[in-house]
């Protein structure tokens, strides 16, 4: 099939128009016609060669939503017409004990990313959801709630379940204290999940600029991590941490907020941090730890949670022209919402 998305041709490029084919559907596949991409600093990382050399050209995006257009003869779960959606993984063994546990994104064989990444069976890289259409296997393709509005639904796959996982994982209940650090794509959505578990929840930003923004997203204040008293006074104060920072940074300032046993969970930055002091891990029980997007049954627990607790992204929405714009913001960290591309806006020809 013929499609058209944005790619980028080299480290660092802007992305442009690109024409490519989308495989012929197996038996286990689905079309998807995309009407909806999120924008997630995953992406501009991905582009900038931040994690390494990347298969050029690439069509990035990986919180994609869409309508069914096709199945393969043997997809019993969707027909041509409902609202699908994909997230950061296509593929993976479907064998392992990881797999088996509903936790793909860990699978011992490796999981197949939505972009960039060789496809298990012919080994042509995968490409992402800038893009008007995207044929997954069935395994990957999540339903999209018939309460949920398909237009505010795309940061959930990826800004959404990367922090409703670890919210999940650690446990999290009716007035935990939660800190969520950086208030961009995954922290706005952090704040608003934790909030409808009925935590009691913090916002840490580098300065009060988001304040009114982390207050109207739920969280009960905003503590400005540059303010060396008020970080002093909130020393052991949070049961759970949530990182997203985008960059290397100094996680020895966030330590001590942290109450016995407490954790500090890193989803931001994929690679060094500055050397991380143990006198807080010891002196307190508390424990550093990472955690990766979230499975595709947790994923659509999760979109089943965002339709029951009315919890929608704050979404932007642009044309797919716009996205060079759009990453140039991502990268000045001064967001509190994800940016969305509306498919509709990206002529087929
Ligand atoms: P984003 O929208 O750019 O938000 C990041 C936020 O971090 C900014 O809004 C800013 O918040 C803060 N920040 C930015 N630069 C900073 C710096 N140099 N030092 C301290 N704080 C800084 O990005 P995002 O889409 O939420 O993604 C965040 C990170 O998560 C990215 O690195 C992305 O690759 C990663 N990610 C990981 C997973 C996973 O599975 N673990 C999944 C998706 C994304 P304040 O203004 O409030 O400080
Ligand atoms: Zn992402």
Known sequence: MKTVGYA????????????????????????????????????????????????????????????VTAVGQDVSTYQVGDRVAVGCMVDSCQECDHCHHGEEQYCRNGMTPTYGSPDRHTGETTQGGYSKHIVV?????????????????????????????????WDVQPGTRVGVIGLGGLGHMAVKLAVAMGADVTAISRSNSKEAQAKAL?????????????????????????????????????????????????????????????????????????????????????LEFCA?????????????????????QLESGDLAHRFVIDMASLSAK
């Open 8 to 67: 980028a041709h080299a480290e660092k490029a802007e992305l442009t128009p690109y024409h490519f084919e989308r495989r012929d559907l197996r038996s286990n596949d689905v079309a998807i016609e995309i009407t909806h991409c999120g924008v997630c600093h995953s992406d501009l990382h991905t582009v900038n060669g931040d994690w390494g050399p990347q298969p050029y050209p690439l069509v990035p995006g990986h919180e994609i939503v869409g309508i």
């Open 137 to 169: 296997r069935e395994e990957f393709v999540l339903r999209i709630p018939a309460k949920l509005d398909i237009a505010r639904t795309a940061p959930i796959l990826c800004a959404g379940i990367t922090t409703y996982s670890p919210l999940r994982t």
């Open 218 to 302: 739920g969280a009960k204040s905003l503590l400005a991590s540059s303010d060396s008293d008020a970080m002093a006074k909130a020393a052991s104060s949070f049961d759970l941490i949530i990182d997203t920072i985008p960059a290397k940074h100094d996680v020895n300032i966030y330590t001590p907020l942290l109450d016995l046993d407490g954790s500090l969970v890193i989803v931001g930055q994929v690679g060094p941090l500055a050397e991380p002091m143990t006198t807080p891990l010891i002196f307190g029980r508390r424990r550093i730890a990472g955690s990766l997007i979230g499975g595709i049954a947790e994923t659509q627990e999760l």
């Open 308 to 328: 029951e607790h009315d919890v929608y992204p704050e979404c932007e929405m642009i044309r797919m022209d716009q996205i060079n714009d759009a990453f140039k």
